[in-house]
């Protein structure tokens, strides 16, 4: 499992992989007890940074279209 520090972010995509990683080891019965915490922990970090990229995508896509609108008027 791959450890990111706030200097290195992992992309999207990376994330979701990440992410659905930890889910097939958990729905496979392959995730060690001792590791489930720390297992949950991670891809609730991951989710987070997801959604934080989707919420500022969508800003700056809203920012983007506001301008052109803007520019029509």
């Known amino acids: 499992m ?3 520090t706030k200097k290195q972010e992992l992309s999207y995509a990376e994330a979701m992989a ?3 990683q930890i889910l097939a080891r958990f729905n496979t ?4 007890v001792d590791t489930l ?3 949950v922990k991670r891809a ?3 989710i987070a ?3 934080e ?6 800003r700056e896509v809203a920012e983007v279209l506001d301008g052109n609108e803007e520019g029509t008027r």
Do not use: G, N
Request: hydrophobic share 30%; with cysteine; glycine share 0%.
């Open 2 to 4: 791959a450890k990111t």
């Open 18 to 20: 990440e992410v659905e």
């Open 29 to 32: 019965q392959q995730m060690d």
């Open 37 to 39: 915490a720390s297992e």
């Open 44 to 46: 609730t970090e991951l």
């Open 49 to 51: 940074q997801c959604k």
């Open 53 to 58: 990229r989707l919420l500022r995508a969508e």
